[in-house]
């Protein structure tokens, strides 16, 4: 973790580009199609072996996201991820009543991991962006997102709160 921020870091990171003005404008992506929600996969669950049925876009995004959180350890963060079925999400987070994935976080010194939940991998690619220290992001659709509009997104995520 030698080239990663501490969580202090971090904020000041954050706060500092919140407030930076920007001289691109975001561009929305491509928005002309519906995707396709009636083929669904069976989704094992990481802790005990349930099999749950999940629609073929979360199995696209869970790889998208598997592909950031390697990336984010590659910056030298802990982070991991682990899906989870409903069952076993409540023995996380009592009021989570759906599965999904767990995304758990460590920034440079931090003792214990954050926990939350994000099926969505545009939470994943703003955390990415500040860790970068980067102002603008592509998400999933390739819109160009202002790390400024995530910053509650980035808080959620990281522990983060300023």
Do not use: W
């Not at 001289?23 to 669904?40: D, K, Q, R, V």
């Not at 669950?45 to 990336?71: A, M, W």
């Not at 987070?93 to 758990?104: A, E, M, V």
Request: with cysteine; charged share 30%.
């Amino acid at each position: 973790m030698e080239n990663a921020l501490t969580k202090d870091e971090l904020i000041a990171r954050l706060k500092e580009i919140s407030t930076r003005g920007v001289l691109i404008a975001p561009l929305e992506g491509a928005m002309c199609y519906s995707p396709s929600f009636s083929e669904t996969k069976k989704v094992k669950c990481q802790i005990c072996g349930h099999y749950v049925l999940k629609y073929n876009f979360f199995c696209d995004e869970r790889k998208t996201i598997t592909k950031i959180v390697k990336h984010i350890n590659q910056l030298g963060y802990d982070a991991k991820t682990e899906f989870r079925c409903e069952k076993c999400m409540q023995k996380v987070f009592n009021n989570k009543t759906d599965s999904g994935i767990i995304f758990y976080f460590k920034a440079k010194g931090d003792k214990s991991y954050h926990k939350t939940v994000s099926d969505d991998s545009c939470d994943y690619m703003a955390v990415g962006a500040l860790l970068e220290d980067e102002e603008i992001f592509l998400g999933s659709r390739d819109e160009v997102l202002l790390l400024k509009d995530n910053v509650k997104i980035i808080k959620r995520m990281t522990g983060i709160k300023i």
